[in-house]
């Protein structure tokens, strides 16, 4: 045997939060997907900035610059970047300004909907019983209320609004989560370490926030990030319908909808692609992320390549 | 000529932490018609050896020969292993509830193998699949074909899986831990049909277990491993009363059998090597009580011995007398009574919907007492209630009738407030090390964790009550920041613990407290045990299915059979003189290794370097 080989190596014991980085690190998909959301968050961050070097307004209507001679909108050029609407505005600097509504529409949709879900769900797995009953048949009722039907009523009522549409979303998408939540604390609250905290004199709420929620932790981030993307294309849906944002206030569901209100795409193609690819790029970057984070931090799933080259052998004869 | 022989086997599994050498120049021969036992601490790599060779292990890379009636398994493509197993080589896996499939009834299960291999009419097939079943002990074999998985027992379950895995006629099984999911008595009529089978039909068997009571009792030739390496190999006879390696000698020595009651139990220090990192010298060095500096520095040589047996040691093993650990002072006779249990009764009502509703007795008047300082101890196979009465007595469940009485204070009617304190006073100690830990949290917040509920001990003080009470259970107490999962089985036992004496108690029920536990941590952990006792003077409720520590620990013992105690008396009392049949089927059952003795002067033949 060779000297080198008989030398152990050194066994590294490596804490949890590094071991998914790691994995995340060897998934090229989510690593892209990642980059591509801080580029988002960075582009949203710096929508001023962009209106200050091409010096247009979000809002504002560049009728002698971004209109033809014929009143129809300008394509891609040194001066609009993304080309301009039908009525002149500067289409880069709406999708910046987009991509903030977005986002916040986005992540505190999620966030406060992943909070009723596991307030309701960890409430609803762990007393069980009639607890359980009743607010699994809330979750029930809350699934089958039909979505854009709801939304129009409320809206004909309240008039459309950021918080209006924020609300909406969710109050219909914390059900998911719910469930999933409830099913997880249920189990784990047969395990035996909340057993053992039981006996030890542990009250209800500190079993829950103490023991149960933290193993609860993998679901709930890898759910919330699944989330964001369902709300922005709620969001887009909405202002797509005009129930969402109030024009002149620029979203890419808005952009999208008056873009196809007079069928000006029909000349003006990057009126729908240009908000169209920001929209699919960040569902999809969010979608690919939290895929990626359910692999990496899901200690079962440990997929573990071959290496590529043979190994040498352990011994020589 | 050898059915199966190995040779110079090594396995190595990519891992996320770096390489597994799950085994290491791993030789062996089985002849026709033996039993050849694989006997191993968990770990150890006796599973993955036989799994790796038998092409269930994609993704492993081995190396060596293995050849089978002539031919290399390791170098066959993955169509003629498929064409093998089954056919040629059955396998028996450890847990017969999952490994059939819960939609198809067992004649289907069967019958597959067959047409898997053979091309045979249905119903050829099926009259094979009943006769096997017949010949393993199944009545109205051919009426019960048509039954689904969820109608056997356990242990018939195992019963279907043997002849499935026989009924191809085949010349080897390969029997993967096949009893440890069972209940004793189970046990030991599953390996005695293993060994009616190998007789009656000639077949060869190879078995794989941690248990080397059971090993020992039906044995041939066995194999003992360690850290993915062969340790010793020889004929089971002369293994078991002899050893030759010290490792072997210790794992026997370890077994509360070979431990007078009341005695500390001889115990391999430390814990099992991690197969990341291989150690240039001997593996086992580190645990080794008759290590010399040469074991530190060179790999050992294989010794063969002319009586059969070869061991991979610098030396033969010895045994110290010396060793033996002093009779303690026996306990002074318990006084006051501390528990006191009357008729207790526990039945779960089921609604099922719109039917009737059923009535489950899972308790069905239970009376016993426990003196302060005295260990009880309660045996019974699983489903007997003997956990369920732990929880009545702990007060984590209600009983439905009856009264438990701690120290005079009637558990059942207690105020939310009066409950809550009775939890300082009886605690619990569970089975499984690594369920009953919360993975999330850290050691410290987990052993103080009684501190923070009772509002005890805060900051500084309730660190420095966990170091005194991790150093009490022999944990480093350095290692207060870690999690669980960075420990191994014994040490999160003695964190279980140790969050049980945190509050002082005057009762600890112990639920299994050492079957999840290998021989040589489970030898540590009652030590433990026993010397907390008398250091604290506490109260045991040890609940185990394992008579031999039992045996060890036990003033007093309780039977368990179907939610009623049928049988309480002094331990050597049931042992020597028990009254009840089901107590005598329990003794009967188990197996007992043998305990080592010193063998006359061997013969050593020859001395095979760089063997490691």
Known sequence: ?317 | MPLLEARNISIRIPTEDGILHAARNVSFTVEAGSLFGIAGESGSGKSVLTQAIMGLLPGVEIEGECLFEGRDLLKMTPAELRALRGARIGMVFQDPLSSLHPYYTIGRQITEVIHAHEKVSNTEARARAAEMLEKVGIKDAAARLDDYPHQFSGGMRQRVMIAMALVLRPSLIIADEPTTALDVTVQAQIVALLDEMRRELGITVIMITHDLGLMASVADKVMIMYGGTRLEIGPAKGLFAAPAHPYTFGLLRASPAAARQGTELYSIPGRPPSLLARPKACIFAPRCAQVQPICQIEAPPNRAYACGTEALCHFEARIDRADTAPAQPARKPPTDRLLSVQDVALTYTMSSGFGAKRQLDVLKGITLEVARGETLGLVGESGCGKSTLARVIAGLVPATRGKVDFDGIDVGALTPKAWRDMRRRVQLVFQDPFGSLNPRRRVGAIIGEPFRIHGLAKGEARKNEVRRLMELVGLNPEHYNRFPSEFSGGQRQRIGIARALALNPDLVIFDEPVSALDVSIQAQILNLMQELQQKLGLTYLFISHDLSVVRHMCDRIAVMNAGRIIEMDATEQIFQHPQQDYTRTLLDASHVPPVPVQAQPRELLRLEQGAA
Request: aromatic share 10%.
């Open chain 1, 1 to 317: 045997m060779s000297e080198a080989q008989l030398d152990a190596p050194k066994v590294v014991q490596r804490s949890s939060a590094n071991l998914t980085f790691r994995r995340l690190m060897r998934d090229p998909a989510s690593l892209l997907a990642a980059v591509f959301i801080l580029a988002l968050v960075a582009f949203a961050i710096g929508a001023p900035w962009f209106a200050g070097w091409t010096g247009h307004d979000a809002i504002e209507q560049y009728r002698d610059t971004g209109l033809s001679p014929v009143g129809l909108p300008v394509g891609p050029n040194h001066e609009f970047l993304l080309g301009a609407d039908q009525l002149g505005r500067d289409v880069l600097v709406r999708i910046a300004y987009g991509a903030r509504i977005s986002l916040a529409v986005g992540v505190a949709a999620a966030l406060a909907a992943s909070f009723i879900g596991v307030t309701i769900g960890m409430t609803a797995g762990y007393f069980g019983g009639w607890i359980d009953t009743v607010l699994g048949r809330l979750m029930d009722l809350v699934m089958s209320v039909p979505f854009l039907l709801c939304a129009l009523a409320l809206v004909s009522v309240f008039g459309p609004s950021l918080w209006l549409s924020i609300c909406v979303i969710v109050f219909f998408s914390w059900t998911t989560i719910g469930r999933v939540i409830r099913a997880e604390t249920a189990s784990l609250a047969r395990r035996d370490f909340v057993q053992a905290s039981r006996s030890l004199g542990a009250g209800n709420l500190s079993i829950m926030l103490r023991d149960i929620l933290p193993n609860l932790s993998v679901p709930i981030i890898i759910y919330t990030t699944m989330m964001i993307p369902n709300s922005i294309v709620f969001e887009a849906t909405l202002s797509f319908l005009g129930l969402g944002i109030v024009p002149p206030t620029p979203s890419w569901g808005g952009m999208l909808a008056e873009a196809g209100a007079n069928s000006i795409y029909l000349v003006a193609w990057w009126l729908v692609l240009f908000p169209g690819l920001a929209l699919l790029g960040s569902t999809l970057a969010f979608n690919i992320l939290g895929d990626g984070l359910r692999d990496a931090l899901d200690p079962k799933g440990r997929r573990v390549k071959r290496r590529r080259k043979p190994a040498k052998p352990v011994t020589e004869g």
